[in-house]
Nanobody, 121 residues
Framework: QVQLVESGGGLVQAGGSLRLSCTASGSILAINVMGWYRQAPGNQRELVAT???????NYGNSVKGRFAISRDNAKKTVYLQMNDLKPEDTAIYYC???????????????WGQGMQVTVSS
């Protein structure tokens, strides 16, 4: 069984930092794009950042210059370093894999369970 396990969310003051992690577990052979999305109350889910297996990165406009995404392919883990956090960064953050190859076949559009990030002013 393939799943995404997230960690690192919590409460932080404005200007502070948090580091999120997401590990894909199961008999996984290859992962394409890994990324982070977020959803604030009353808003649609939005892109935070994505990273391909080759290291190409894309950021949402609101986090450019403050957040950094990285991944460890051997550990099947993606990280999100969030710096200079603002109250408007408060949201539920979700890990996503667009496509992966497991021992049981191809899986698409996998999501983690989501975790709360709250930035106080």
């Amino acid at each position: 069984q393939v799943q995404l396990v997230e960690s690192g969310g919590g409460l932080v003051q404005a200007g502070g930092s948090l580091r999120l992690s997401c590990t894909a577990s199961g008999s996984i052979l290859a992962i394409n794009v890994m990324g982070w999305y977020r959803q604030a109350p009353g808003n649609q889910r939005e892109l935070v950042a994505t990273i391909t297996s080759g290291g190409s990165i894309n950021y949402g406009n609101s986090v450019k210059g403050r957040f950094a995404i990285s991944r460890d392919n051997a550990k099947k883990t993606v990280y999100l370093q969030m710096n200079d956090l603002k109250p408007e960064d408060t949201a539920i953050y979700y890990c996503n894999v667009d496509r992966l190859q497991s021992a049981w076949g191809l899986r698409s559009d996998l999501w983690g369970q989501g975790m709360q990030v709250t930035v106080s002013s």
